[in-house]
């Protein structure tokens, strides 16, 4: 069930709504029913393997905080070992399968392929049931002894499959509480819902309509039009992973549960380690607290570090998905960020605090950006060589043929440039849809309802991150 169809505008309105009218004792069950049908709404029988993580941990989760040193270690270890496991069979067994039967010079597969679907959202919940039992272990977080509480924080149906990533800290105790209906924030929630489906629709979907045709047949076009369609890729996987993190947090918002942030306006970052404060804040911090911190840090030798740094960037393009591009693109960064922390010292003097130096690095970082989502987004590590090539060359025409389509993405960047400018400045999400009084504010409403509805595209196209 895609955030983007009227299946789940119906699935919605009829769990809120039920939410606020049964008896709080019994809400929990409601939400897992809710969550269970919008999971099965893909592929069903994938339930089951979500079902497996969960009774592991579950059960894992009170071994650990029951038990002594060693056993608690033990514990830990198997649960991890459960979700690794399943997370490497189905998405990256293929992938190990060929590179190791290229390693090895044979013809055939070293292993049998498998030919199942990768479970959707499984990177997701398995990264936020591995927080629990990690959060349990260091003593944070108690092991929950509601099996249907555990059960629906690791498949709360907003976050469920493409994040935000949460801690149990911030979300297990939600569920005890009883949540009224308050109608100011539920307003605040169908605002947050109605601006991520407009990024989706309109902006995402009608650059993704540029973007693939010329990605897809690379070869054929020139440089111009190549760093055209990087940069329109850079603010569709933006407006398409943000405008599914601000439907996920506006809906459950509307119900009272608070999720945390997981983009924060990243392409007015000044750096590229700022970006990465910015930019799906929820697995950076994810890798920040439980790979990062346990590699030790800062708190080591400087060539430690920068080693800490690389590897946990190279492990984060790796999560992505099962391709060298997404490793390449992780281990980039990596080098990005790298380069900035040892270039600091000069780069303190060479920048100063005021709009032409600010700007200046934000467009600096947004080219370093850009030139790292050619490995995101094409299909090898030769294909994006062609494209780089191509792109400094900088030769042909700027667009190719697609007049409407082009005019209908600028169209989409200028809101979202016009947007996203009025929350940087007053550093407050949605400033023009909440600040201004009156009739402007009710144009803003009934603008975006008219854009989604005459330029959206509203085939109900996947969410990029779906695949992740």
């Not at 290229?102 to 499984?122: F, R, V």
């Not at 009739?439 to 595209?457: H, P």
Request: net charge positive.
């Amino acid at each position: 069930m895609l955030f983007n169809s009227l299946h789940f505008v119906f699935f919605f309105l009829i769990i809120s709504a039920g939410y606020f009218t049964i008896p709080h004792r019994f809400r929990w069950i409601w939400l897992l029913f809710a969550s269970c049908y919008f999971y099965m709404s893909f592929i069903p029988v994938y339930i089951l393997i979500l079902g497996f993580t969960i009774v592991v941990d579950y059960i894992a989760g009170i071994y650990i905080e029951r038990s002594e040193s060693k056993k608690r270690k033990l514990f830990l270890v198997l649960s991890l070992a459960a979700n690794i496991g399943v997370l490497m069979f189905f998405k990256y067994w293929n992938f190990l399968n060929e590179n190791l039967t290229a390693l090895l010079h044979k013809d055939q597969a070293t292993l049998p392929y498998i030919t199942i679907l990768l479970p959707i959202g499984l990177s997701f919940h398995t990264f936020q049931a591995m927080s629990y039992t990690i959060e349990v272990y260091r003593g944070n977080q108690k092991a929950e002894k509601h099996f249907g509480l555990y059960a629906l924080y690791v498949m709360f149906y907003p976050q469920l499959v493409a994040g935000p990533i949460e801690r149990p800290q911030n979300l297990l105790h939600q569920f005890k509480e009883k949540h009224e209906f308050e109608n100011q924030r539920v307003v605040d929630g169908l605002k947050l819902m109605l601006w991520g489906l407009f990024m989706k629709v309109v902006i995402a979907d009608r650059l993704a309509m540029y973007v693939d045709a010329v990605y897809e047949n690379s070869s054929q076009h020139g440089g111009k039009t190549l760093a055209a369609a990087t940069i329109f890729f850079a603010i569709q996987i933006y407006c398409d992973f943000a405008g599914y993190s601000n439907i996920a947090i506006g809906s459950a918002k509307v119900m009272g549960f608070k999720l945390m942030t997981n983009f924060n306006r990243p392409y007015f970052s000044r750096s590229i380690s700022e970006f990465w404060t910015r930019w799906h804040i929820s697995l950076s911090t994810w890798f920040r607290d439980y790979l990062y911190i346990s590699l030790g840090g800062n708190r080591v030798s400087i060539p430690r570090w920068y080693f800490n740094l690389f590897i946990v960037f190279l492990i984060s393009g790796f999560w992505h998905g099962a391709n060298w591009t997404f490793v390449a693109w992780g281990a980039l960064n990596g080098i990005y960020l790298i380069f900035a922390l040892i270039t600091k010292d000069w780069q303190d003097h060479l920048w100063k605090n005021n709009f032409i130096s600010n700007t200046v690095q934000c467009l600096i970082t947004f080219i370093l950006i850009c030139l790292s989502w050619v490995f995101f987004r094409a299909d090898s590590i030769q294909e994006a060589n062609l494209i780089f090539t191509k792109i400094f060359s900088f030769d042909g025409k700027l667009f190719y043929d697609q007049p409407s389509t082009i005019l209908y993405c600028l169209l989409g960047i200028s809101i979202l440039f016009f947007v996203e400018s009025f929350d940087h400045k007053h550093n407050e999400l949605l400033y023009i849809l909440n600040k201004p009084k009156g009739i402007f504010r009710q144009f803003s409403y009934a603008l975006l309802l008219v854009m989604i509805v005459m330029i959206g595209v509203l085939e109900g196209s996947e969410f990029i991150y779906f695949q992740f």
